[in-house]
């Protein structure tokens, strides 16, 4: 089974609408964290957000919100006000378990959601 | 504002053929990793080294070795370059925070021909 699943190859919304991009996880772990990066069309790999397990609030980042949903094991980005220069493939990353040592430094990452916003 | 530095940014190798890709940061993290990414498979992590001084398998380590030169440095070697190993390949540094994101750099471009 996948860890990460974004289920959406490709997502297209209008310049200034809200977009949700979908990401389910598997982990057996309490502790674990999510991230959210974006790679524009250039190739590099660009943090946007991240949600920890125990954390009570869902986090925000300017224009960039994250839907956590705990019991449900998904993690969906949010970006409101869409810019052109939102377009780009976006990645969710899990890290599982704490720092002590083992895997615990190793980020999985899903396929990706290759968003493009329309003028 | 280097953050991290990975040379060369492009290559091309014959089958059979050697290199070391490079990576520097100067975020004094402790953490350093190599990932490979391939059209519909996002980022797959080929080693990684927790701190100076040691070094771990990722999920697709065969045909790969690094070294953790220093606390600044870690590099990825391809012994004999396969086809299948025609990827972008991204160093990453990070610090042993649960919060804190991994730092990528611009990646290198690897074609085997």
């Known amino acids: 089974a996948q860890k990460i699943t974004q289920t959406q190859p490709g997502m297209f919304v209008q310049e200034k609408e809200a977009v949700t991009l979908d990401c389910t996880y598997d982990t057996s772990d309490q502790s674990y964290g999510l991230f959210w990066y974006k790679q524009p069309s250039s190739g590099e790999m660009i943090f946007l957000i991240y949600q920890g397990s125990y954390d009570e609030q869902n986090a925000t980042e300017g224009r960039y919100s994250l839907n956590f949903q705990k019991a449900r094991k998904s993690a969906n980005l949010v970006i409101s006000a869409s810019q052109l220069g939102d377009s780009a493939m976006y990645f969710c990353a899990m890290r599982e378990g704490r720092y002590s040592g083992g895997s615990n430094y190793k980020l999985t990452f899903g396929k990706g959601t290759l968003l493009t916003v329309n003028p | 504002n280097a953050g991290v530095t990975q040379t060369p940014k492009f290559q091309v190798l014959k089958t059979g053929q050697s290199m070391t890709l490079q990576c520097a940061q100067d975020m004094n993290h402790n953490s350093m990793y190599w990932y490979r990414q391939d059209p519909g498979m996002g980022l797959r992590l080929i080693y990684y080294?927790?701190?100076?001084?040691?070094?771990d398998k990722g999920e697709v380590p065969n045909g790969y070795n690094v070294s953790r030169l220093n606390k600044r440095e870690f590099s990825l070697r391809l012994e004999s370059a396969a086809p299948s190993q025609t990827s972008v390949y991204f160093c990453?540094?990070?610090?042993?925070?649960?919060?804190?994101?991994?730092?990528f750099g611009d990646g290198t471009r690897l074609s085997i021909l």
């Open positions: 990453a540094s990070s610090e042993r925070v649960s919060n804190q994101p991994q730092h």
């Open positions: 080294s927790a701190s100076e001084g040691t070094t």
